[in-house]
């Protein structure tokens, strides 16, 4: 076996300019589409609740931020039929704006980093970009910022990945792995993401999400374990229909059951922790907007009472968009674990509940729910909130992007000057050109119920 020296690497991704010039990146292929955007959504929604697809295409419908949020597939299917690098590292997949945020750390500290891996996966690094840059117009066009505006901070992103890749460049493999990244405050809208997490305490969701139970023989459908006779069952989750439903006791009981394989790939002082808590009660729950209509259920836990809440998410994640694309990526057959892994390879600090299940056919993640969780609004990104938010995308995409790739490899792709990040910013400008006709021909289609 050859054992590549560090020059050796960075000539690998110097080579690859050949297959794909940087200044290349601008380039759009609508035309090349195999299918329309309305029938790769169509295709999308295969296998969900259906009952609520019709919402998630009113969500879409409110914007075409809103409906980028919900068209990954699209975006998957577009990016397939432009030439790519082939330098691969984990994909967030869908990186857009909103799916950066604050939660708290194991130890207890609130951190910011990327946030959803539903659509995790490897491949091309260049993906995650494209998305981002089309997300940062689409954002900078809602938040009232000029069109030049909105480019330059797609520059000012793509400029700070690649300062931050060839700076991992240059540093120990083993430091580059636990690289902490320690001006997020700096950034306006990062901090206001940090104060609500600071306030997404479980007491908070457990106020927000749950109400007191009312007396026995009242309490239907029945709580989620049997109550112990002479016990009384404190709370409850609530009916916020239709975000939020309490399901029937089998439900609960089935699902339940299927914590039993979860509780065994956790360690085993995750394990311990678990077994102090005692599940109560079980709720669905409409989560984002690409993820309406798949099953998502809420395990609401106690441990010492009612002032030691624990909630758990059950999410069901079907096969990344992309992985028609990428037949060479190999993801683990189970998608839960596609996506847990996904997001341990990326981020330096994980949820320490996070693991995956299989529930009635289907895989799930589990993770916890709201625990100091914290997100931007785009009204967040006003004035010159948007730029140096922009660059907080950028260093964060470059950080998991080197913990799951090659830095070396990726900074000898990329080099120096601006072409990298100037033609970027035209794909993103041209992408968001593009949603905004997929956005149109969505309100025209009579999907949402809306008259076209």
Known sequence: MHWATPQERRNLG???RKQVGRQEHNELKPKARKSSALDLLARSMHGRVPALIKLKYMLMAESPFG???????VMAADLA???NTGLVCQLCGDAHVRNLGAFAAPDGRMVFDINDFDETIRGPFEWDLKRMAASLVLAGRGSGHKESAARSAVEKCVARYCAQMRAFAQMPSLEVARYQVHRLGLAAPVHNALVKAERATPQHTLDQL????????????????RIPKGQIQDRRFKEIKPTLTRVSSAQAAALLAAL?????MLEPQRQHLLSLYRPVDVAFKIVGTGSVGL???CVYFEG??????LFLQIKEEPASAYSPYLTDARPPHHNGQRTAEGQKAMQVQSDPF???????????LVRQLNDHKGSIDLEDLAGGGLEAYAEVCGELLARGHARSGDPLILAGYIGSGDGFAEALAKFGAAYADQTEKDWNALKRSGKTGAKP
Request: charged residues 20%.
């Open 81 to 83: 039929v432009l030439p």
């Open 67 to 73: 409906y980028f949020r919900g068209a990954v597939p």
């Open 295 to 297: 099953r998502d259920y």
């Open 354 to 364: 996070l693991g995956w299940t299989h529930f009635a056919g289907r895989d799930y």
């Open 14 to 16: 110097q080579a690859r």
């Open 210 to 225: 749950t109400e007191p139970a009312p007396a026995s023989g009242k309490n239907k459908p029945g709580p989620a374990v």
């Open 304 to 309: 010492n009472g009612p002032a030691d809440p």
């Open 260 to 264: 039993g394989p979860y509780r065994q």
